[in-house]
């Protein structure tokens, strides 16, 4: 099989459901961002993390495939045949989890901070504001995405912001106030 299709030559791709859009399409961008997202998680990644936040990094881009994958199919085929598509309230549930205990490792924030630190901590926070934009996006769609996909996209860049501070402390870097 080649990785070449000519199926987008002309500027349009297909939906899950087999829907043929614009490359501009506000859903082709929505999931644009999202996998954007993936690829600087796995930037992040390729800088050694520590296994307490590699492993829930590398669980956090397999649910970005599958929210991916919910994006790209407005009408919601999908979900009824491959279960690993799906995101569910305990993802949300997960994420908060991983916020609460790290969270615990760090001084309280009094000050905005600049962006910025160790690579893996500046590339957290680019990755955080990727993570907004693909939020943007998805509020944006109509229809609208499944609620929990937002609440999802939402807690995520709330943990990206929490993992950018604790891997510049956990490395030395200091915060800088803003």
């Given amino acids: 099989m080649k ?15 087999g829907t043929r859009v614009s490359k501009a399409d506000e ?42 994958a919910m994006l790209a199919d407005p009408s919601h085929r999908i979900a009824t045949r491959v279960t690993k598509a799906t995101l569910g309230a305990d993802d949300v549930i997960r994420l908060e989890a991983l916020i609460d205990g790290l969270e ?27 993570c907004r934009r693909a939020e943007r996006r998805m509020v944006a769609l109509d229809p609208a995405p499944d609620p929990l996909a937002i609440q999802y996209i939402n807690r995520l860049s709330d943990l990206l912001f929490v993992l950018a501070r604790v891997a510049n402390q956990r490395t030395g870097a200091p915060e800088t106030e803003w």
């Fill in 27 to 68: 859903r082709v961008d929505a999931y644009g961002e999202v996998d954007e997202l993936n690829a600087w998680l796995g930037l992040v990644r390729a800088s050694t993390l520590p296994a307490d936040l590699d492993e829930p990094l590398l669980h956090i881009q397999r649910d970005l495939f599958a929210l991916g």
């Fill in 104 to 130: 615990s490792e760090l001084p309280p924030l009094r000050h905005f901070i600049l962006a910025g630190g160790a690579a893996a901590g500046a590339a957290l926070h680019v990755a955080r504001t990727v």
């Fill in 3 to 17: 990785i070449y299709t000519r199926t987008g030559d002309a500027g349009a791709t297909s939906l899950f459901d």
